[in-house]
């Protein structure tokens, strides 16, 4: 699933955000740099809480699928993924975004119809 992020929305036809969203997802599971100053000198320090910790690994295989300039991957599975989503029409993605949420929201229901009859 991490090499087939698709973004949508209203949100998605901002100027760059596609390929800032991709570098802010990177640097998010990037290792942490910064290391905790000693609070108490004849105490070690806590060990440090890494929230993203669980998602390092999956790092190599992030691709945004319609991503207009993918960064160069590092894995093949994000090199078959990355910038390879259909074009869609700026003007469309707010309704393809709306489209998937609605669908999602739908899929419980199957096809049954929720149309009344008029007697």
């Not at 760059?16 to 105490?43: G, N």
């Not at 890494?50 to 998602?55: Q, S």
């Not at 691709?63 to 074009?87: D, M, Q, W, Y």
């Amino acid at each position: 699933m991490s090499s087939s992020i698709l973004v949508s929305g209203g949100t998605a036809m901002l100027p760059e955000f596609i390929p800032r969203l991709h570098d802010e997802i990177v640097r998010a599971v990037a290792p942490p740099t910064q290391t905790r100053q000693k609070t108490q000198p004849d105490r070690p320090n806590p060990p440090s809480y890494d929230k993203y910790g669980p998602l390092r690994p999956l790092s190599l295989f992030f691709a945004i699928l319609n991503n207009p300039s993918p960064p160069a991957v590092t894995s093949e599975r994000a090199a078959a993924n990355a910038g390879k989503a259909p074009a869609i029409a700026p003007a469309c993605l707010a309704w393809v975004g709306g489209s998937l949420i609605i669908s999602w929201l739908n899929r419980d229901r199957g096809c049954r119809s929720s149309a009344r009859t008029v007697g």
